[in-house]
């Protein structure tokens, strides 16, 4: 359990605190000028239904039953069953902490100021995070247009319906409300549709899936340099010179990393039947990866934007005493980033799936046909391709663009839609399968760099190295492939950089 106390403002919020508040359960503290803004936009909405005003989700209904007039004596009810009738969710469920990054977002929403909901919701939203109060939550159902579809279950768990975790441990809602001391809401005017109108889930998946990306490329750019010895490739594509001419921030920082790693590895000495240039998935590994970085640099500027910034309908400006409707609840400015950094992602398993077919091919390495230790009695990494090559057909699929796939919806008033729940879902996907894909990969580097004799490794690849025997050993005999894969990964995922 960390100690480390997030202070929310409204303005400030960043992908890494998301990130701890979601895995190292970080806890929040709302700030006193945040507050004061949920409680002037609070004041709006009850002086503009005094003044008769029409007020969407205060006293109309929403989406298409936006002419239905909502009486103040229902609003208990009304917004009851707008959590109800909303939760339209289904599996698999979220994570805890993906749960946990939904609830810091939307709660960090509110205290935009523009929400107007209750305060006693935004405590709960303080509360929950901190007294570890989750609830359980559908992954799929939003089209990303406001996740309505999915953070209903927290609302519904505010008012002690539905199922939580307290302490991880799974119960009731009103059981979970109980052991932390809180009693079930009495929801007011806009508290439901203020709880359900935020494309928080979305932004919270796309916050981890940035963090994700940006671990995964660390970690892959090691095992890229050992494949580079075991290739007894070429270090040109790395020379600072070559690629500040180019221009390109990511490129130019991807090669010095890779250089770095390699500081001191046999590749800088000339070495006999070197060839003058490696194949394009390796000569060319710092230009793929860079503009993925590069990509990520995009997406970060547009999610921070997202993190901090109101996407209510409608929006309370209490500066100006008035509400206005607006289409701030349309994510497409990062959602498309996302959809870039994907196709990258795509790219880059091209690349490594290349290297890996490259790798086992004595044409390039000189060495034995799949790296085998003893040609005619041990297959090796004969049969692997196929592995390979499924996932990276699932990484061309997982990076279509789905922003562009909704139906029209409510009557027609909502026609558009982004999708943003699934772009970023389909994101950490690939991310994944390029885990076990970079795994194929570290397997086959650590066999060429043995059936080279060790030579002299890099500052980098050298502990990399030894710390990967450790988990799996020489192949000097064919043995079941499938849990090599699987200790590899789990290496992978775990390995500190």
């Given at each position: ?47 503009l ?23 103040a ?14 939760m ?23 205290l935009?100021?523009?929400t ?36 209903t ?11 939580a ?11 979970a ?57 070429v ?81 309370l ?60 009695s ?30 029209s ?23 994944d ?65």
């Amino acid at each position: 359990m960390s100690e480390k106390t997030i202070l929310l403002t409204g303005k400030d919020l960043t992908i890494k605190q998301v990130g701890e508040i979601a895995y190292e359960n970080a806890k929040v503290e709302i700030s006193k000028e945040a507050m004061e803004r949920v409680l002037a936009a609070r004041e709006l909405i009850f002086e503009l239904d005094k003044r008769g005003v029409a007020v969407y989700g205060l006293n109309t209904g929403v989406g298409w039953n936006k002419d239905k007039v909502v009486y103040a004596d229902r609003y208990d009810a009304y917004n009851k069953n707008l959590l109800r009738s909303h939760m339209i969710g289904v599996g698999p469920e979220c994570t805890i902490p993906e749960v946990r990054a939904v609830m810091a977002i939307r709660l960090n929403g509110f205290l935009c100021g523009n929400t107007g909901v209750d305060k006693e919701i935004v405590n709960y939203y303080e509360k929950f995070l901190n007294f570890g109060i989750t609830p359980v939550m559908k992954s799929r159902g939003s089209v990303g247009e406001a996740d309505i579809a999915t953070l209903t279950a927290i609302g519904l768990t505010a008012i002690g319906e539905g199922e939580a975790y307290y302490q991880e441990e799974r119960m009731e809602s009103k059981r979970a409300l109980e052991l932390a001391g809180l009693k079930p809401l009495k929801m007011g005017p806009k508290d439901g549709l203020g709880i359900a109108s935020s494309n928080a889930q979305g932004a919270a998946f796309a916050a981890l899936a940035v963090q994700e990306a940006e671990v995964f490329i660390q970690r892959y750019r090691r095992v890229f340099c050992l494949a580079l010895e075991g290739m007894n490739g070429v270090l040109d594509p790395m020379d600072e010179s070559v690629n500040k001419a180019r221009g390109y921030k990511g490129q130019a920082q991807s090669a010095k990393a890779c250089k770095e790693l390699l500081k001191g590895s046999y590749l800088e000495k000339p070495w006999e039947g070197r060839a003058l240039q490696d194949p394009l998935s390796f000569r060319c590994q710092s230009a793929i990866t860079g503009s993925v970085m590069d990509a990520l640099e995009y997406l970060k500027t547009q999610l921070e934007v997202e993190l901090n910034a109101t996407d209510d309908n409608p929006c309370l400006l209490p500066e100006e005493d008035r509400m206005c409707g607006s289409p701030n609840f349309e994510p497409l400015s990062w959602v498309l980033a996302v959809e870039m950094v994907s196709i990258g992602l795509g790219h880059m398993s091209k690349m490594i799936a290349q290297q890996i077919l490259r790798i086992g091919d004595p044409g390039f390495t000189k060495l034995n046909r799949f790296l085998t230790p003893m040609e005619g009695s041990v297959i090796a990494y004969g049969t692997i391709q196929k592995t390979v090559s499924v996932l990276d057909a699932e990484n061309r699929m997982y990076a279509n663009p789905v922003s562009l796939d909704f139906l029209s919806m409510a009557g027609h008033i909502e026609d558009t839609a982004s999708n943003a729940p699934m772009a970023a879902m389909n994101m950490r996907k690939i991310i994944d399968n390029l885990y076990y894909m970079t795994s194929i990969c570290l397997m086959h580097a650590a066999q060429a760099v043995d059936l080279r004799d060790h030579p002299s490794l890099g500052a980098g690849t050298e502990a990399f190295y030894t710390a990967y025997r450790e988990v799996v050993p020489f192949l000097d005999n064919d043995r079941n492939m499938s849990e090599d894969i699987q200790k590899t990964y789990d290496f992978l995922k775990g390995y500190e950089v």
